[in-house]
Structures are given as structure tokens and as C-alpha cells.
């Protein structure tokens, strides 16, 4: 017995989720204030001081994210 799981594209992911504000999560992942600096409501740079925080919790992750501004450079382009 097979068992297929569709797998999203990364794009189709992000896309169907709405960001959430840098203070709620940092609340609900129990950052401290000082732990990260706000670029808005919807970014933020977070301490590398937090891995040695949680370094004892059995669980979790550090994940970092970024995102990019996909554009076209004419010189880029290839003209074949």
C-alpha cells in the first residue's frame, strides 16, 4: 500500500499565509524584549544569545528567513 502526499511549492505556502506581527510571535516563543530589534511590524533581527538562552530545551528549531525582490536585469537576460 502506497500512501501520496501532494507537497506544495515553497511560493504556494508563503503565499497562503498572512505574516504575523514580530511582538505576538516573539510572545508566543517566549523571546525576551531584548532578544530582537524591530524593522516594522512585520520583521526583525533576532539575538544569537537566544540559542544560548534555550540551548537546555530538548525541542525546537532556529530557523532563519529571509526574503528576496525577484527582478529582471535586461543585462542578465540572455539573447540567444
Do not use: W
Not at 524593522?39 to 525546537?60: E, F, I, M, P, T
Amino acid at each position: 500500500m502506497f500512501v501520496f502526499v501532494c507537497v506544495c511549492s515553497d511560493i504556494k505556502i508563503a503565499t497562503s499565509q498572512s505574516p504575523k506581527d514580530i511582538s505576538e510571535l516573539a510572545a508566543e516563543i517566549s523571546l525576551l524584549p531584548h532578544e530582537f530589534d524591530l524593522y516594522g511590524k512585520k520583521k526583525a533581527k533576532v539575538s544569537l544569545a537566544v540559542l544560548d538562552r534555550l540551548a537546555h530545551q530538548q525541542n525546537g528549531n532556529y530557523v532563519i528567513v529571509t526574503g528576496s525582490v525577484l527582478y529582471v536585469c535586461n543585462a542578465c537576460q540572455s539573447h540567444g
